[in-house]
């Protein structure tokens, strides 16, 4: 029951600190408003794809460190289709090879029984090279409606679209998964494998449908990118340590078994807004790195100690 | 005077030259009396985080952009957006492809040619060569390539033995150097991308003979090419200064003395220590006090108006 | 009571392996080497000639010279990792020591420059340590966001001496580019650091309280270990090794960069997992993680001296370090 | 007695490196049969429960299922076949509240609330996080979680070590009342008591092979302990030499009103040098925390603790340790290094202070450890790792620790916990020694049987508090219950 307590208690705290934020960046600059919102949520989006597919493998007890390369591959897989077949088959395709490529992780993982973060830290690297094999250079080009769905906030009026369409894909994801024996499986096996593995749930299996779900959300980080910028890019964007912090910000603990993807998706937002907020004031730009880091790791620790969390090692 | 607030926008941190575009700008920004406010957003990203950027520096207000664009095409959508909004856009270093944007750039694909003809001139016409590029992926590093093989093409009895991306970091390239130099495979010459004098280093300290050795105009490479005993090699100028340029050239067009064309390319200079002549240019622009990583070539004739003292400040309006 | 049977050989050559996973470790490296020769007929030979009958460079020199500060690195990560943490402000510390050494040595002198370049990766330690061990931050946010700090400190220091010049330390010089009987200088340091670690984590109760808080703090705690001490300690430790490494590879690239060691991150988190090391604590081993760094600087060569599409060195890079590591596995039972 | 025969494992081999776990067991039961599996610490029966229900693949041997051969691959397969087993160590998901962990294994919910009631457990609901659950309760949800999947063969793996003297009647009372429906059980246990009152039949394990086959008949203990341990043990009472120590007037530890939120509210009584005081309670009736607050983990929000007539402010255990307090938790989970070795686990404290963090004296720690393992009859054969160990030799590295350093005050939470009889009477005249020396010894048992063996008196606490002080001389099963269930307080109030 505490256990409940505490998970949103946390997600709570960091839902209000996101309004206190937005409220701030009101203040500071009076005239921000819808098209601010607007911007933030489209330059969130591919934070929050690869947060999530961060948080869904965390909670199996492993960590992702190929996020940002398969979200390169992606992009520039995208980019490549898109110039030569329609932008439906083309996004299709690019969502197959993000959960192959998910599923190759996991399946390395299992089959190797080399631990998670270091085939995924290897699987960086091919993917990487995979994305420069694909594109040897930024080009090729994305279809035009693409590039302007997550643009503006027509869909719902005053919802900024990219918003929209973060949160229906991560819900038409996750929900059903999560409610699903699956889901409960992925929790089991982050939690405690052993006992996992006792209650009869296929521990090895459970892994690889995880990391092919964040294989899934790195290939809708890879479209987002190919749609904000309209091109592809070979090289591995500031996905990984950026998503491996809203992760742990956002209440799910490294190790596996706790926490939800609410939490990290708000975090993600927190960042975000942060960053516009130092830029409305002009901070010198050295001084807003020191004040990001600051401000990551004083959101933890102000957390842990309000909270308590981790009482139980 | 106007009051005008200036956005700056760039996506790499920590490497010397970016840094001495960023002081350029403030240096210029302070001397231009229009100027009251620099907002500058300098850190390492991808394309999509400089289009964050970009909305972010829009939301402020700015009166003028000047960036360095990570891509020519992948900004468009804030760009064109800036534009519409009566927001100055001047694009420096690179070009982009947005439609009324001003562009100063380094003729990045001159820049590579310039010296690459320079060497394979050198080595006479025939030969092996080194060819260490930036990043492999970012268009930098693509336009120099498109320069270099435009040079290669001239020179058929020139071959590339060993092509290798450094990572435009220092550490990478000087061992990737000395393994070069193991091998015992012979070359005869060396085409960097900007991490040269390391380059240098790998040779003295392996005991090497050294072979012409083609860099940029950092500090410390220039530094060499006038001490190093027996070194011949190229400093392309590569003018970090560009970004000061770049705020000049928006102050102007806020102030409706916009220039004829819309794409002004600052083109790259060659200074060799070849010759009596090109030592003299070379002993007249080193500065051994400068970063090393620095460029030598710390103003832009006819574009910026600051000091050697207010670059080296590094001050901008507002900052105490 | 007496239960344990003798085996046949063969199973107790495999015991003998899984007792000593070093060996196989050691054993690939022998075999990239092998290889690396085959690619490049002489590389490994020490003395060789290139067109001009000279002697053109120390191949295995210069592999042990480039290896020695990312095994440093790779200690930092070794340490933290016996307790289940991470230090991923190394690196940058690494940066900031050598940038602050070169520049001040100028300004005050090579004695407060060293110090005061140490006394940097010892302050970042500390704060690491306190937030890890008394905040109880989890230590990759926490050192993720120190190195985050580091970098914007160090953005702000160096605009205040581009015009300072820098300075490399003669005696980093000797230690990061000479050589004594064709080897690096760099092993007078490397040596006893190496052996200083070795002690510390098999001979000294802090060794043990590394892994014992790795493997259980309750059970330590119970034991009366006060778990922050030891955090503080070991993470000022890190940050000491860390500034140290980043003096000796300011003495090899003799270039001050805002990014110098940056680049070792990453491998230093390799070297140690390819060494045996396990990120979830209680198990690790140096030996492990200095063969994982030479196996990584093997590799980098092999793949610099080979001419394919940088995509495919990359690619084949990942899957060597994927491969190593699975049969690595597979032959010591370990995970 | 003689339904169809459900399980047959027969010439089960296991070895784990060069530890041969099972060499040649095995086991049959048959429909409302219940068999005792039997044998010291380290013979081999976790490993054995483990292969028949799929946890572990054996290295030979056969498994026939109502005569047929079966391949168990998994637990989940296990299940389906019928065989559902409480292993050792819980095996609930922590992070999981109660009914994920239910559709984790398909179980059906009603029949398992109505088995969480019938077994004891009052408050429990369906949301409760199991990581914030008590050890005892967790039992007793395997158990019924077990049972709501109404299964042909359950394997009960010292399910009752953990549990309190009123929740162990319970789990005895359903398992008689599911054998006489037809089930088949399979019951691990060290303790006699419950074995005759609850089996059929017995078969005993000696260092991994089935050595005999017993029917349950009054008597049959000092057979069944022969078979066990390949040698003659006398259970009597009498070789426990009990000599009260020279208590003085003052005490080494002084418990005065001390309150612990939620469940402590007032406990006081003294802790003299050379005594064993007992401690007796029903599950969750305060007795956990008092121990965690007189070790150093929690201050208490009243009252005072004083050793030897200073008052403790402990802050943290190694405030307690200092002053010459230690502590053996009740679950070994908590107090073992489980990836480190034995002699890594027991020199533990030595390096705990900032002093001892320079270079090991290894001679001296080698000793020290020997010596603790000896006295503690350690079996070491997969000392490499502590984990490797079987239950009971991990319990007695638990206390180990302390023996090596040596002790003033020692609080020993159920220490006897899944250990064997043998070992079992190497402790009580160990506890004895310690006391004879001086030492004071505070001990919570969950076998009343062990109070008058081990303790010089016994404190009984019920609801948080102290209900009375029984001289270990009087203090009978029956005397001791009646105290437990808070019958002298009300009695004494009224
Ligand atoms: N994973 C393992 N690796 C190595 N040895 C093991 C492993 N698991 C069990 N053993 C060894 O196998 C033997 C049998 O252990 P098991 O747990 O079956 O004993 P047990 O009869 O259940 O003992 P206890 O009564 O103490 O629980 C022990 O010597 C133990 O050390
Ligand atoms: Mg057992
Ligand atoms: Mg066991």
Not at chain 4, 276 to 300: I, N, R, T
Request: hydrophobic share 50%; charged share 15%.
């Amino acid at each position: 029951m505490s256990g409940i307590i505490r998970k949103n208690a946390w997600v709570a705290g960091l839902l209000a600190l996101l309004v206190v934020l937005l409220v701030a960046t009101r203040m500071i600059q009076p005239g921000f408003g819808v098209s601010g919102l607007e911007s933030i949520a489209r330059a969130a989006l591919p934070f929050v794809f690869a947060t999530t597919g961060m948080a869904v493998v965390v909670i199996v007890g492993g960590i992702d460190l190929s996020v940002a390369s398969m979200m390169a591959v992606c992009a520039v897989t995208a980019a490549v289709l898109m110039e030569r077949m329609a932008g439906v088959p083309a996004i299709l395709i690019v969502l197959a090879l993000g959960l192959a490529m998910g599923v190759i992780n996991g399946g390395l993982i299992v089959a190797t029984r080399v631990p998670d973060i270091v085939v995924t830290l290897a699987m960086l690297f091919v993917w990487e090279g995979v994305a420069l094999l694909i594109l040897e250079s930024p080009g090729g080009s994305t279809a035009d409606w693409l590039q302007k769905s997550i643009r503006g906030s027509f869909l719902i009026p005053g919802l900024p679209n990219a918003l929209v369409i973060a949160t229906v894909c991560i819900a038409v994801v996750w929900l059903p998964i999560r409610r699903a024996r699956l889901g409960i499986a992925i929790y089991a096996t982050g939690s405690d494998e052993r006992a996992a593995f006792r209650s009869g749930v296929a521990v090895g299996r459970t892994r690889i449908a995880a990391y092919g779900i964040c294989g899934l959300f790195s290939a809708f980080g890879g479209l987002s990118l190919a749609a904000l910028t309209g091109i592809g890019e070979p090289v591995p964007g500031p996905y990984l340590l950026a998503s491996v912090a809203a992760v742990v910000l956002g209440g799910v603990v490294l190790g596996g078994g706790r926490g939800g993807l609410l939490g990290p998706i708000i975090a993600v937002f927190i960042l975000r807004i942060v960053r516009t907020i130092l830029t409305l004031l002009a901070v010198d730009p050295n001084v807003t790195t020191i004040i990001e880091g600051t401000i990551m790791v004083g959101v933890v620790m102000l957390g842990t100690a309000a909270t308590m969390r981790g009482a139980r090692t | 005077a106007a009051e005008y607030t200036i956005g700056v926008s760039n996506t790499v941190q920590g490497n010397g030259w970016r840094e001495e575009m960023i002081c350029a700008m403030r240096a210029q920004a302070l001397v231009e009396e229009d100027v009251t406010n620099l907002i500058v957003a300098h850190r390492n990203t991808d394309s999509a985080g400089q289009l964050e950027d970009l909305n972010n520096l829009i939301e402020a207000g700015v009166d003028a952009i000047v960036l360095n664009p990570s891509n020519p095409d992948a900004l468009n959508s804030a760009l064109e957006m800036a534009m519409a909004k009566g927001i100055v856009v001047v694009a420096v270093d690179a070009g982009v492809s947005a439609e009324g944007a001003y562009i100063l750039s380094n003729n990045q694909e001159e820049y590579a040619y310039l010296g690459a003809k320079w060497l394979f001139e050198q080595v006479g016409g025939k030969g092996d060569i080194v060819y260490m590029r930036g990043i492999a992926g970012v268009s930098a590093d693509t336009d120099r390539d498109n320069g270099f093989k435009r040079a290669l093409a001239e020179y058929p009895g020139i071959k590339v033995v060993h092509e290798v991306f450094t990572g435009w970091q220092q550490d990478q390239g000087k061992q990737q150097m000395f393994d070069f130099l193991a091998t015992g495979i012979p070359f005869d010459g060396v085409w960097t991308s900007g991490i040269d004098n390391v380059i240098v280093d790998a040779f003295v300290e392996s005991g090497a003979p050294l072979v012409p050795i083609v860099g940029a105009d950092n500090a410390g490479f220039v530094q060499y090419l006038t001490e190093v005993d027996g070194l011949t090699g190229a400093a392309v100028t590569n003018p970090g200064s560009v970004g000061g340029a770049g705020i000049a050239l928006a102050v102007d067009v806020l102030n409706g003395k916009a220039p004829g064309s819309k794409t002004v390319l600052v083109d790259p200079v060659l200074w060799e220590n070849a010759s009596e002549e090109g030592r003299a240019t070379i002993m007249a622009a080193q500065n051994p006090n400068l970063d090393p990583e620095w460029p030598v070539s710390v103003t832009v004739p006819g574009w910026t108006d600051y000091t050697m003292e207010q670059i080296i400040a590094c001050k901008g309006p507002g900052d105490s | 009571m007496s239960m344990v049977v003798t085996d046949p050989p063969l199973v107790r050559f495999g015991r003998f392996l899984r007792d000593n996973p070093v060996i196989p470790l050691v054993v690939f490296l022998f075999v990239l080497v092998a290889v690396l020769e085959i690619m490049r007929p002489g590389i490994v030979t020490p003395f060789r000639a290139g067109r001009d009958g000279v002697i053109s460079t120390f191949w295995l020199g210069n592999l042990i010279k480039f290896a020695i500060p990312l095994a440093m690195l790779a200690a930092c990560q070794v340490l933290t990792m016996l307790t289940a943490g991470i230090d991923l402000s190394a690196g940058i510390v690494a940066t900031v020591a050598a940038f602050v050494c070169a520049t001040l040595s100028s300004i005050w002198g090579v004695g407060p420059a060293v110090a005061t370049a140490l006394l940097a990766g010892l302050v970042v330690g500390v704060v690491n340590g306190i937030g890890v061990g008394l905040v109880r931050v989890h230590p990759l946010i926490m050192t993720l966001g120190t190195g985050l700090i580091a970098t914007g400190v160090l953005q702000v220091y160096q605009r205040l001496v581009i015009n300072a010049g820098s300075e490399i330390p003669g005696f980093l010089t000797w230690l990061g580019t000479g050589r004594t009987l064709a080897m690096p200088n760099g092993l007078f340091l490397f040596v006893p650091f190496a052996l200083f670690i070795f002690w510390l984590m098999r001979f000294t109760g802090f060794g043990r309280l590394l892994f014992a808080l790795g493997s259980n703090e309750n059970a330590a705690k119970l034991s009366g270990v006060r778990a922050w001490q030891v955090y503080v300690a070991l993470y000022a430790l890190s940050g000491v090794i860390a500034a140290l490494a980043g003096l000796l590879y300011l003495g090899i690239i003799r270039q001050t960069s805002l990014s110098l060691a940056n680049p070792l991150m990453l491998p230093s988190v390799a070297a140690a997992v390819i060494g045996g090391t396990s990120i979830f604590g209680g198990r690790g081993s140096y030996a492990g993680a200095i063969v994982g760094a030479l196996i990584i600087r093997v590799l980098d060569t092999m793949l610099t001296l080979m001419q394919m599409p940088e995509g495919a060195r990359t690619v084949l890079f990942g899957l060597i370090i994927l491969a190593v590591t699975a049969i690595y596995v597979r032959i010591t039972g370990s995970r | 007695m003689s339904g169809t025969q459900l399980l047959d494992a027969t010439g089960i081999a296991k070895s784990f490196g060069a530890v041969r776990a099972l060499t040649e067991a095995s086991l049959h039961v048959s429909e409302g049969e219940i068999v005792a599996l039997m044998g010291a610490n380290g013979a081999g029966k976790s490993t054995f429960v483990k292969i028949i229900t799929g946890a572990l693949r054996p290295d030979s041997g056969t498994v026939l299922i109502r005569g047929r051969e079966a391949r168990v691959g998994s637990p989940a397969q296990a299940r389906r076949s019928g065989l559902v087993p409480v292993y050792q160590e819980p095996s609930l998901i922590p992070d999981l509240d109660v009914a994920d962990n239910l559709r984790l294994t398909d179980t059906p919910v009603e029949p398992f609330r109505r088995w969480v009631e019938e077994l004891g457990i009052r408050r429990l609901a369906l949301s409760d996080m199991i990581g914030d659950l008590p050890l005892a309760t967790l039992r007793i949800l395997d158990l019924a979680r077990a049972l709501a999947s109404a299964p042909d063969v359950l394997l009960l793996d010292e399910m009752t070590a953990a549990l309190p003297t009123d929740l162990v009647e319970r789990v005895l009372k359903v398992m008689r009342q599911k054998a006489d429906e037809g089930m088949g059980v399979i019951y691990v246990s060290h303790r006699f008591g419950e074995i005759s009152e609850l089996c059929d039949r017995a078969t005993v394990l000696r260092d991994g092979m089935s050595v005999g086959d017993l029917k349950i008949e009054p008597g049959v203990e000092d057979r069944a302990v022969e078979l066990m341990l390949g040698q003659k043990l006398d259970l009597a009472a009498r070789d426990i030499h009990k000599t009260r120590g020279t208590t003085g007037d003052r005490p080494r530890m002084r418990v005065k009103g001390v309150a612990i939120a939620p469940k402590v509210s007032d406990i006081s009584f003294d802790l003299f040098p050379g005594e064993v005081l007992g401690v007796v309670a029903l599950e969750g009736q305060g007795q956990d925390e008092l121990f965690e607050c007189m070790a150093g983990f929690m201050p208490p929000r009243a009252g005072s603790i004083e050793v030897n007539g200073v008052a403790a402010d402990f802050r943290h255990p190694a405030d307690a340790i200092a002053a010459g307090v230690k502590f053996v938790p009740g679950d070994r989970a908590d107090a073992l290094l489980a990836q480190r070795s034995v002699r890594e686990n027991i020199a533990l404290p030595f390096s705990a202070r900032i002093r001892a963090w320079g270079g090991l004296k290894l001679r001296h720690e080698r000793a020290r450890v020997a010596h603790a393992i000896a006295r503690l009859q350690i079996d070491t054969r997969a000392q490499g790792e502590v984990q490797r160990l079987s239950g009971g030799n991990q319990q007695k590295v638990t206390i180990g620790r302390w023996l090596a350093t040596g002790v003033d005050t020692l609080l020993l939470f159920d220490p006897t916990r899944g250990i064997d009889v043998r070992t079992k009477r190497q402790i009580y005249p160990l506890v004895r020694e310690l006391a004879e020396q001086g030492a004071s010894v505070l001990f919570y048992t969950s076998e009343l049987e062990e109070i008058p063996l081990a303790c010089d008196r016994a404190v009984v606490i019920f609801n948080g508090r102290v209900v009375d002080i029984i001289d270990a001389e009087v203090a009978d099963e029956q005397t001791l219950l009646r105290a437990a269930y808070g019958l002298v307080a009300q009695e004494g109030a009224a």
